[in-house]
């Protein structure tokens, strides 16, 4: 696959992911034009708010009197946003020039990327964000972002594909290929790959928060609680589209850096875990005895798919599990498992028969 092709089916797809978007490039490279052209292939309402030229209030709302108080009037773009979500529309904000943006209105933006508010409003749930920026050293007056901004976004690099410009050139520029469609489906996958994600994280736990220690390295993409959980979404999307792997290696590297997600991904082809719909079918289908941070893993995806669609007969299937694992000599990790399983337990269910097992944590926890 061609870098400018990978690079545009990533956006599209981390954008429908749920993903914070933070696109890479040289000036004049068409990053805006691109994302322009993602939203309408979408057909998502697309505004352009560029940071280097707005003030902060610009973003965060300007300040009105209002009766007895004051109130921030949100802009114009965030009301269009609301009007296409009553129509039935997504839409995309894009923070272009983002390095070039004065600390306050970075500061501005933040709240809008972490809240999705503006001003006293809040964006509907259809809309989606993405950042276009330039290396701080090819910006004007450019500089690193804040370490909070940029762990909330998926970074992605945006090459300068020659081949293209050229044949473009040539013979004449058509409209961009259509944006790939996220289906619905993807979110089958997501309760397995946060647990793969949770056993690596336990495996290697050094790389669950790993600031970097250069100016340039904390702007960009690094490990953290919060892009771990993004690192997973985009694992999920990116094998739902590309059964590969190519498109979500991508996207994770994105989220927590090259290094942490080149780990991840190996550690995953290793650990070769179950599906979690499986065992609940038939909690036989777990391959006792299994290394530590694989049965937690397994045990985590457990839980996950069963919090996706709780019934009794799954919540049972899964204590079944349990025990299998107890049977094991592994007491102590089905026990963190079982504190989850309470949680979930609708009170017209009957307690599974030998919890006792379990019961010197869950009276710790206050579950027994």
């Known amino acids: 696959m061609e870098d400018l092709e990978m690079a545009a089916r990533a956006v599209s797809v981390g954008l429908q992911a ?3 978007v933070l696109v890479w490039g040289p000036p004049g490279t068409g990053k805006t034009s691109a994302l322009l052209s993602i939203a309408a292939g979408l057909d998502w309402e697309a505004e352009v708010v560029v940071g280097s030229i707005r003030e902060p209030t610009d973003i965060a709302g300007l300040p009105i009197r209002h009766g007895d108080g004051v ?3 949100p802009p114009g773009w965030a009301l269009r946003f609301i009007e296409a979500d009553r129509a039935g529309r997504g839409s995309l904000l894009v923070l272009d020039e983002l390095t070039t943006s004065p600390a306050a209105v970075q500061a501005a933006m933040l709240r809008v ?4 508010v503006v001003g006293d409003l809040r964006l509907p749930g259809t809309t989606s964000i993405v950042a276009a920026a330039n290396p701080p050293e090819m910006a004007a007056d450019g500089w690193d972002l804040t370490a909070p901004l940029a762990n909330r976004f998926c970074h992605l690099d945006w090459p300068i594909d020659v081949r293209a410009w050229a044949s473009g050139t040539a013979s004449g520029w058509c409209d961009a290929s259509p944006p790939v469609r996220l289906e619905p489906t993807w979110l089958e996958s997501l309760p397995a790959w946060r647990a793969k994600v949770a056993g690596f994280v336990l495996a290697r736990p050094e790389l669950l928060h790993r600031i970097p220690p250069d100016p340039a390295g904390r702007g960009r993409a690094w490990p953290s609680p919060r892009s771990w959980e993004m690192g997973a979404r985009a694992a999920a999307a990116g094998y739902s589209v590309d059964p590969r792997g190519d498109l979500a290696r991508f996207l994770i590297s994105g989220c927590v850096g090259d290094g ?3 780990e991840l991904l190996a550690w995953v082809s290793k650990a070769d875990l179950p599906d979690p719909e499986r065992l ?6 777990l391959d006792l005895p299994m290394r530590g941070d694989r049965l937690h893993a397994s045990l985590l995806g457990l839980v996950s798919a069963l ?5 009794q007969e799954r919540w049972e299937a899964a204590w079944a599990v349990l025990h299998r694992v107890v ?3 592994a007491a102590d990790v089905a026990a963190l498992a079982a504190h989850d ?4 337990r609708d009170q017209a269910w009957a307690l599974p028969e030998r919890i006792e097992v379990f019961s010197s944590i869950l009276v710790l926890t206050g579950e027994l």
């Open 307 to 311: 919090g996706r669609s709780p019934t």
């Open 341 to 344: 399983l309470l949680r979930l």
């Open 18 to 20: 749920g993903l914070a």
């Open 260 to 262: 942490p997600a080149a």
């Open 113 to 116: 990327v972490c809240e999705r």
């Open 71 to 73: 109130v921030l009037a």
């Open 327 to 329: 049977e094991h000599g």
């Open 280 to 285: 609940l079918a038939d909690p036989s289908q």
